[in-house]
Structures are given as C-alpha cells and as structure tokens.
C-alpha cells in the first residue's frame, strides 16, 4: 500500500513540475542566447587593447561609438552623433550628438544625466592626452590610438555646447572618420569616472564597464564566464534577447561538444566544419577577415629588380593548392590586395592565372632562361592570415621548381625575422597585413608607399612615385566614387608592377543553431549581437506588435558630409 | 552504544592527526621553501615573509611547528593558492559541496540499480538471469570510467541530444550559492525560472552521476547477491518457508531487510572508491567540484593546494565512513560491541 502511495505522490509531482514549466511560457533560454567563446577577456575596455577576443566581448556589445559602419560595402553611418560635419578643407570636423542616450544603470552606478559632449570630450582625451587623469589607469597603452599617431592628427577637442563637438585636425585626413568608427574608439561615461575618482576606483572603469551599447555587464567570473542583461533604455529599440552570455570555452573540442550538444547557440572558431555541414539544424558561417597574406620581393635586391621575373614567379604559383594545402580551403584567393569585401575593391581586376609556360618565357625575356636561386624568408608562427607560413613556402618552392628557380627556405624566430627584414637582408619573404578598419587606405599606404619603406611596415623596399601621388590624392578627396577610381588605379599598378603576390584573404569562421537568427559577424571581423534574436522569440514578438501600435518610431538620421 | 561513539571519535581524532602528520611533512618534501609550500604565498614581500614565518613559528622546534600548523588548520586557515593566489578554504568551501552533491546522487542511483538487482541474481541462482547479470556487472566493472564519460557524451549528448555535456547547470541560470548544493540552492532561490532550472539541473547531473555509478553498482550487486544467498540459507528463512508463508512474504518480510545490513556496512567503503571515480568524471564533464580543482592543481603544480584539497578530501570520506558506521550499528546492535577491525 505505501509503495503505492509512493508512487501517486511521485507522478502528481512530476505532473506539477510540467505544469509549472508550461506557465512561464518561452523560457529562460529561448529569450537568451549563449556563446561560446575562445578566451577570456583581458579587460572591459577595447581602448587599451588590439586583441580580437576582447574586442568581441566588449566593443559592440557594451558600447557605440560616434559614427560607425553599415552594410555589406561598410559604408560609414550615424551612432551616438546623429551627423557630421566636414569643413571644405577637411580640417574641421564638427559631430552632432544625439539627445536621450542614456548610460547602463547597473548595481554599482546609476546614471543622472544623458550622453552629452563631456564623455565624448573625455573618452578621446583618456586615451590621447598624456596628462589626463585617467591616462595611466590601467597601464597607459592605447595600442591603436599609438599605432595610428591619432594624437598626431587631432590638434584639440572643442565643446562647442552640450550636444555638439569639434575636432581640429592638424591635416585633412580622410581616414579619420573611418578611424573613429572602429571598434576601439568607443564612448565611455565621464560621470561613472568622476564616482569612481571620488571613490578612490579609477581601475573600475576599465573592469566595471558602463557604456551605452545594448547590453550590460552582469556578471564575470574569470575563465568562466560573462554574464550580459539588455539594456532596456538603449537609444535604438532594446535588443531582442533578454540575455547573452559568454562561455568561455577555450578547448576547440569543448566547444564542438557543446554546440553539438545544443549547450551553446553560437560557437566561435569551430572545427569539425563537415560535421557540422551535416548537421540539418546548425549552420557555419564565414566572413573573409580584412586581411591578405603574401609573397614580397626585395625590389632593391637582383634579380627581383627585374619586374619581369616578379611576374614570372607570379605566373608560377599555383595559389589554388596554397589555399587547400594550406588553408584548408577556408580562405578566399586574393588578386589584389584588397579583399573583395571592400568597397573600393575593383571587379575589373584580372585572376592572376596559373601559367608556367608564360612564366619560363618570360624568365627568358629577362635574361635567366637558365633560371636562379633565391631565398625565401618565412615566420615559423601562426599568424591569422597565414596559418602555417613553413607549407606555403614548401610548396611554393617546388612550384617555382618547375621554371628552374631554386627556392632555400630560410625560417626565422618573428623578431629577428622583422627586425631584418627592416634591414632588408632578404630577397623574398612571406607576411600578411591584417587591417584594423575597413577603410582602403589602410591596406595602400601601410603595406606599399614610400614612407613606408621608412616606417618597416612595406618591406618590399617598393617605392612608385605615380601610385603614392594617387594614394595621396585618394586620401584628399572626400568623393567616395573619385575614391573608388583612384584606388583601382592604384590596384592596376600593383598588377603591373607585382611588388608582391597577393595569396589569400583567410575567412573567420563561426557556427550557430539554426533557430538563431541574425546577422553576428560583423563584414569586417569582429562580432555584434544586438540584432541577434531566436526564432520563438521572433513568433511571439510579431503577434504582438500586430496587436500594439509602435512604442518609438526611430527617425534614420542620415550622416551629412 | 556510548563506548561505540567514542570508540569511533578517538579514532577520527588519531587517523586525522595522522594526516595531519602526513600533510605537514609534505611541506618539507615538496620542492621549494617549507614557509611559501605551507602558505602558498608566492608573491610575499619579505617583511610578510617575516610576519608569515612568526605566525608559523619557524624558528622553534618542529613539534611547536606542528601544533602551529595544527592551530592554523583548525581555525580554517588553509593558506593561499599558489597558481590563483584566492583563499583555499573559501574555494574549498565553495567547490565540496558541488562534489558531496554528484556523489550521493551517483550513490543513490548505484544503490537503486545495483542492490535490487543483486537479489534478482540471488534469488534466480544459478539461473541464466543470475549469469547475464553477472557478467554485465564484470563489464560494467571492467570499463574504465573515462572511457565511459566520453562515450556516454558522444551517445547521449551529441547524437540524441538528451542531456547536456558539461557543467553543473546552464549558465543562464543565475543561482545564488547559499548552502552549496545546488538543488536546494536552486528551491531557496526567489528567481522566477525556478522550475526551469530544477529541471536544467537535472538534466546536468544525470549523465556524470550514471557514470560514476557504474562502478559501485557493480560491486553492489555483488555484494547484494552474495548477502542475499547467505539469507536464503539461513535457518529462519526455512523456517518461515516451513511455515507455509509465499516465497514473496518470505523475501519482502525477512530476506530484503536482513541482506540489507550486510551491505549498509559496505556503502561508507564504496564512498571512498566512488569519490575517486568521481573526481575523473568531474573533469570530463567539467563539473565544478572539488576533484576538477584538485587534478587541476596537480598540473599546476600547486602544492598549498594539492596538500589542504587532500587532507580536506580524505577527512570527508573518513566522516561518511563514521556516519555509515553509526546507522550500521544503528540497525545491527550486534555490530555495537565490535572492537577495531573485529568483525
């Protein structure tokens, strides 16, 4: 008899139990989304760092910045300044913000003013102005504002009332707004500072994040997780899922096995792609990473003087089996280099062929139909666009074999390496150049003009009077089609001349659930969640906004140039 | 029964002071220096190093070191981490119950699964039923559990999709650690997804519970089986046969109850065996307990932590041993008057 009463008891329970589940309705987790991502963070704040996987974890997810990129062909767009304004001689440039953005309200800050020109005012000068006070917290190392010499650019930071600013420049720059608009250039709060000063905290600023963005931190336990809340005041419409957190699973198979196990909604970096391919219900996706990998000749060293062996040796690599020996196909062949992902890209740009014939007739021209022997220098690291530099070397040697070149491949520790290369005691070398915003120019200039050369960012030594005028002339014009042109002529030099052989643009990779829906990866790296959302959620929220006129009808501001 | 408590009380005080012996004398083995081992203060500077060395009494002989230690011990001080530089005793207090908790459910399901069907075997001797069981349990026995772990991940996790593959509960589940444990942390929670995170938390421990059973439910079956057929021999069972009672009255009324004290003995040993089983499966499953923590401090060569998470460990396992004891003897006055290692 009790074994009976035992188990009435116990069915009764469990029935309660589903009937409980079924109240709540969507639950927690179909309103959430969880990532796993590949490390922890080393900080809250993208200023102090270059490091993708703590961009990923802050920059768009905590915070906006004051104009940023839209679209497949990143075009700029307005954020927290509703427009812009550029002087004819560029040295001006005057941003508008918008009113009513409101800062995190978190348990250790509660915000008792909007967005205005202070915190704009105070987030550059944290990072450019040497004497700031809060420019050593947290070490003084402002990677990208340094790399890019902005300190150099901007003369000073003008308030002219609350809502509107306005940098002078020392030089038109056309590259400026582009530079504003990248991940790290992100709005803190100048008020969460002056707590924190009052506090005796500043460190917090950096660890206690308050943004704008569309969500806010929760909670971080280190290795763990980070745990992020919408943001309910946030200036666009409140982002669609209540919750995001991170995992942070730094094993490839950890996080095969949780997406696999439906533990995590999106998995960043995966393995496995087939068995994931084969899976009905997960999708992989791929964005080409604004980045090229590439063969450079010493044009200052014989026989590479000679742009007619450069083209040669162009004709001679085969960079189809570069890509699937070495990239495993999950790269995209470069022509140029610019990945075809930027707008500028020009789509008249000729596929270098694979023509070895071409290429021995052409070494004949040149006076070595007998061929040579050359060095070819290479980094024994991975680096992002170069997986393993030591098999692309292999196999361009023994493509090179074929017309009698006689390639010795020469691996070198990565600082020696670079600091020779400065020096240029190479003949040939194998690098890349990852790019940190979208605008063109920082593919042209960096990796190929004149003052580069100087710099020891363009070791091929190349340097062309008529593609450095028309760089600079790209950089002047504020035309974006005048723009476009000049840098196709500037691509078709580069094909002419070949100072270096683009190879590949590797892609970053992510996989995700099929009932998560949404764009993450950003066209140019890196991630965004705000407009993720899951499919019941998307059910739910269309039935009721049939039912409910619209809350706030956001007004698109366009930006003015 | 009072001779027996404090029979059992003089021997966990000695077998502890024997660990304690044991991991104080680590400190002298381990490499590096006897003060920074025992307080894992890596970064001190050396007027803390100073103020460490007074408090642990360095300068006297090594028995006043060891009452020190002992001291130390006592009031919860367990030094620092070496690799993470946190308190031990909070992380130690943070991550046991998390184990306690994987390994009494596992405990359950061993004792559910494994002793039941030990009588089966018994009361079917000899029979084809008794041999199949048998021989599963010797499999179940014979399969190492990391093997198992992962196995039970790829069948139940990846390709049916039944339960999760790691951690304790999903993490979007925001539960305030009370008592440690987390079920009841979860019913003292005032979060509206209450229920669903009862029902995720259930789904989290199946898996690393059933693998950590398997173990013990092998032996109990055995040792179920074995009790169970020394029963049935006994002379009150034929005694109650001759009586006329049904073969059912005879196992349900007598046999169930008189096999189950010989095997109540054995649980507190099985305890031992199925921790350590547990602290393996802890790490494939990345539960957050006490053993991943252990095993992780191993690779990182963290003595302070190796040395308090042992003896922290070991002392746990001694009580559950004292406390089946107590019910044994609860159940079996028999068993009051034993003397040590007297059967």
């Given amino acids: 008899m009790n074994y009976r009463k035992f188990i009435t008891i116990s069915l009764l329970s469990l029935l309660l139990l589903t009937a409980c589940n079924e109240e709540g309705k969507l639950s927690l987790s179909e309103r959430s989304v969880i990532y796993c991502a590949e490390g922890s963070p080393e900080t809250f704040n993208p200023q102090l760092v270059t490091s993708s996987t703590t961009i990923d974890a802050t920059s768009n997810q905590l915070y906006d910045r004051l104009i940023t990129y839209q679209g497949n062909k990143n075009t700029l767009s307005p954020a927290l300044a509703k427009s812009w304004h550029v002087t004819r001689d560029g040295k001006k440039v005057t941003f508008y913000l918008r009113k009513n953005v409101v800062f995190h309200h978190t348990d250790y800050f509660t915000p008792s003013r909007f967005l205005n ?26 990677p990208f504002f340094q790399n890019i010499g902005l300190s150099k650019v901007i003369d000073k930071i003008e308030k002219i009332n609350d809502y509107t600013i306005r940098f002078h420049l020392s030089h038109a720059n056309n590259s400026f707004l582009a530079n504003l608009a990248t991940d790290f250039a992100i709005i803190l709060s100048a008020e969460y500072a002056e707590q924190l000063t009052k506090q005796k905290a500043k460190s917090d600023i950096d660890t206690h994040p308050i943004g704008t963005g569309p969500f806010k931190l929760k909670e971080y336990r280190v290795g763990s997780l980070i745990r992020f809340y919408r943001h309910e005041q946030y200036w666009r419409e409140p982002a669609q899922i209540e919750q995001l957190v991170f995992d942070i699973t730094p094993s490839n198979t950890g996080r095969l096995t949780k997406l696999l196990a439906k533990e995590c909604d999106v998995a960043a970096y995966p393995i496995a792609h ?19 990998s590439y063969l450079g000749f010493n044009v200052n060293k014989a026989p590479f003087d000679n742009k007619l062996v450069r083209q040669a040796v162009n004709y001679a ?22 990945p075809k992902t930027s707008w500028a ?25 007998k061929g040579f022997s050359m060095d070819l220098w290479v980094m024994p690291i991975k680096a992002p666009y170069n997986p393993n530099a030591i098999t692309m070397a292999k196999l361009i040697q023994s493509d090179l074999k074929r017309i009698n070149i006689k390639v010795n491949i020469i691996s070198n520790e990565s600082n020696t390496f670079l600091q020779r290369l400065k020096h240029g005691e190479h003949q040939s070398f194998l690098l890349g150049w990852s790019a940190e915003h979208p605008d063109p120019n920082n593919f042209f200039t960096p990796m190929l003009s004149c003052s580069a050369t100087q710099t020891g960012t363009n070791n091929t030594f190349w340097c062309n009077q008529k593609y450095d005028a028309i760089i600079k002339k790209a950089l002047q014009t504020t035309n974006i089609n005048q723009r476009k042109k000049y840098y196709a002529q500037a691509m078709a030099i580069l094909t002419q001349e070949v100072p270096l052989i683009p190879i590949a643009h590797s892609k970053r990779y992510q996989a995700r659930g099929n009932n998560v829906i949404g764009n993450i990866l950003a066209p140019f790296g890196g991630i965004n969640f705000y407009p993720v959302t899951k499919r019941n959620l998307t059910h739910k929220k269309t039935a009721i906004e049939q039912s409910l006129p619209r809350k706030r009808n956001n007004t698109l501001n366009t930006g003015v140039n | 029964m009072l001779v027996f408590t404090l029979r059992r009380l003089s021997l966990f005080i000695f077998t502890m002071l024997l660990l304690t012996l044991l991991s104080f004398s680590l400190n002298f083995l381990f490499p ?12 001190a500077t050396p007027s803390q190093l100073i103020e460490l060395n007074d408090a642990y009494q360095t300068h006297r002989n090594i028995f006043w070191q060891y009452i020190t230690y002992l001291s130390h ?16 005793s909070t992380e130690i207090v943070t991550l046991l119950p998390a184990t306690i908790e994987l390994s009494l459910v596992a405990l359950f399901i061993a004792m559910f699964i494994g002793i039941p069907l030990g009588f089966l075997a018994a009361i079917k001797h000899n029979k084809f039923t008794d041999n199949l069981i048998l021989s599963l349990s010797m499999l179940g026995y014979s399969i190492p559990v990391f093997w198992l772990g992962l196995l039970a991940i790829l069948t139940f996790s990846i390709s049916l999709g039944w339960f999760p593959s790691a951690g304790q509960i999903s993490l979007l ?7 440690g444990i987390q079920f009841i942390d979860i019913l003292l929670s005032d979060s509206p997804y209450k229920w669903q995170a009862f029902i995720d938390a259930t789904a989290h421990i199946i898996l690393p519970a059933c693998v950590i ?12 089986r074995t009790s169970m057929i020394e029963v049935l021999e006994t002379s009150y069972i034929r005694a109650a046969s001759a009586k006329g009672l049904t073969f059912q009255q005879i196992i349900f009324r007598h046999a169930i109850r008189n096999s189950l004290i010989k095997i109540i003995r054995h649980v507190g040993l099985q305890f031992a065996n199925l921790v350590t089983i547990a602290m393996v499966t802890e790490v494939i499953f990345s539960w957050p307990g006490i053993g991943r923590w252990l095993i992780e401090s191993i690779y990182q060569r963290d003595y302070t932590a190796i040395e308090s998470g042992l003896l922290v460990l070991s002392c746990f396992i001694f009580i559950v041993h004292i406390l089946t004891d107590f019910i044994y003897a609860a159940l079996n006055p028999l068993a009051r008057g034993n003397k040590y290692g007297a059967r």
């Fill in chain 2, 32 to 43: 590096g220096e006897t003060i920074i081992n025992l307080t894992g203060a890596i970064n």
């Fill in chain 2, 73 to 88: 011990i006592i009031n919860g001080d367990l030094g620092l981490s070496m690799a993470s530089q946190s308190d031990i």
């Fill in chain 1, 345 to 369: 890209f020009d789509q008249s740009i000729p596929k270098q062929e694979f023509n070895p014939v071409l290429a021995k007739r052409l070494l004949t021209f040149a006076g070595y139909s």
């Fill in chain 2, 173 to 179: 589940f925001e539960i305030k650690s009370v008592t």
């Fill in chain 2, 213 to 224: 059973a398997v173990a013990p439910a092998t032996i109990f079956i055995r040792l179920a």
């Fill in chain 1, 274 to 292: 087939e068995k994931i391919t084969q899976h009905n219900d997960l999708r992989l996706e791929a964005v080409t990473a604004l980045n090229v």
């Fill in chain 1, 317 to 338: 690599i085969n960079k189809k089996t570069l890509l699937e020996a070495v990239y495993q196909g999950k790269a995209e062949m470069a022509n140029s280099i610019l």
């Fill in chain 1, 117 to 142: 020109a202070d915190d704009v005012i105070f987030s550059f000068n944290r990072a450019l102005d040497v004497e700031h006070p809060y420019h050593l917290v947290s070490g003084g190392h402002y």
